[in-house]
């Protein structure tokens, strides 16, 4: 099951980025490591760590005799870095990017590939609410899900490779095509930061009126962190999924009301009956994990 | 500040109860403490673990004598045990309780209490997921909040000795009138659950259609824990404090309602300051802390 690029360019040296570089020399999956981003000091300190073995702030210097390009950009980005390097990667060179999203940006991206390009987008579902190289942990994928979603520019062989880098760096590894993702994506992920922003954005309001959230505990500290993530990759988040996750704010409101009409009616068994019913989604979650 | 009863009886040997018992003894507040309780188990843990002295299974026998009584059991068995016990106090005593919720509790219990009681309702916001005696921690006050909700049937003093329990016990102090109490806490945590609760029930609806919970990651995963907490407390919860959690439900609809308009809309400025916004609600809350 071995896997080996001898040149890796990686686009984007921030947490996940730079954590998959730490991991792929680690693991000697990768021989030289060329980092690309703007900003010169977080290039320095994924030098400095080790994390990668150059850099430059220009990805067409960046992708050329790659044999493997990992964009870990913001997804806003990538088209842009795409299109700038069009004739410029080694024939056969695997393109992989880390987005959060799949479906608009595979269709913005796709007829900017040419030919000789193996483009194989992936997700791994890692992160902490850190960003920045310096965060870089090696270890972020162990027991996490990548999910690889092909497209009609991937090749068989590719995509094999693909998914042996990420078992190699621990993770679980399956493939959807691009809705299939989307859809599951803005379930477990996409409509809970929206549901604690949501909450944040209420409390705040509500405390205008009645000073409240000096008092606040437990329970809500965890909506607090959730929302701490990054404003910008939310916001693109919500944009380039747009659709599934409108789909699933309305699934939402749903069980929403039906709480809200069970408290009104005092429905005391109905609602001990679903709050019961939601503890159990503890068993269906672990099902995928160990 | 000193401050110490000679004979304590704790009603509902659980987390809080039994937290509290174990505090009260190693800092010396409490002499003797009986436990009173129905479960057998969970009452000759708590003996053996030495956070009481001695236990009954009837309330009417365990306030006998006892300086101060503590009400830890679920919220909708307090108005029966204090009908029990009337007449059964010891003149001077200070009835106590920690429940979620405040003004139906003591517009129902207020009547039950005699001449010669002091009736004191407090409300520690601390608490983990586990619950049993056995999982006692006399640290868990330490730095959080303890609201008195003081009660016609409370004097200046008896609130001034259950002030200094609290403090005693690590926690910031507060005084509230029921109704701004069960408006803050439906804010900061009522809500919290409800909205948690409302995810994990629309995911398991998702997931019939859709599999995805086997995918979940970091996110989602807060929301399971903060669902994972009593189905019997929180149908409580919900009932005892129905108007002012429908109001909570009813802001934070509409801040659900935004976001989905701005996602709607691509309003990606707006979108992006809202979030940041969020994340600004770290340092209000903070505040209230160390």
Redesign the interface.
């Known amino acids: 099951l071995a896997v080996k690029f001898n040149r890796v360019c990686v686009a984007g040296v921030g947490l996940i980025g730079g954590s998959m570089a730490l991991a792929m020399k680690r693991l000697k999956i990768a021989g030289r490591i060329t980092g690309v981003g703007r900003g010169e000091r977080n290039l320095k300190d994924a030098l400095a760590l080790g994390i990668i073995d150059g850099y430059t702030h220009n990805i067409e210097e960046g992708v050329v005799g790659a044999d493997l390009v990992v964009l870990a950009t913001p997804m806003r980005a990538m088209k842009e870095l795409v299109r700038r390097c069009e004739g410029k990667f080694k024939k056969g060179a695997i393109l992989t990017e880390v987005g959060s999203t799949k479906k608009k940006m595979i269709d913005e991206v796709l007829p900017l590939v040419g030919p000789g390009v193996d483009f194989i987008p992936t997700h791994p ?4 609410e850190k960003s920045g190289a310096i965060h870089s942990d090696p270890e972020i994928f162990k027991g ?2 990548c ?1 690889i979603v092909p497209t009609k520019k991937s090749s068989k062989p590719g995509v094999e490779k693909i998914r042996r880098l990420w078992l190699a760096l621990g993770s679980r590894v ?1 493939t959807m095509d691009p809705k ?1 993702h989307d ?2 994506l803005a ?3 996409h ?17 205008k009126k ?1 000073p ?17 993530s990054s ?2 990759m ?2 693109d988040i ?2 380039e999924n ?1 659709q599934p ?2 789909d ?2 309305e ?6 009301e ?3 009409i ?3 009616k ?1 429905q ?1 068994e109905k ?2 009956q ?6 159990g ?2 068993e ?2 672990d ?3 160990d």
């Not at 409240?212 to 701490?228: E, K, N, T, V």
């Open positions: 579902i890692a992160g902490k996490r899900w999910i399956e299939d859809r599951v379930g477990i992920s409509l809970p930061h929206v549901v604690a922003y949501a909450l944040v954005g209420a409390l705040l309001e509500m405390d009645n409240m959230l000096r008092f606040s505990a437990g329970g809500f500290r965890d909506f607090i962190r959730i929302a701490g404003s910008q939310w916001r919500c944009l747009k996750i409108i699933t704010i699934s939402y409101r749903k069980q929403l039906r709480i809200k069970m408290i009104e005092e005391s609602l001990e679903f709050f019961e019913e939601c503890r989604v503890k269906l979650v099902k995928g994990h």
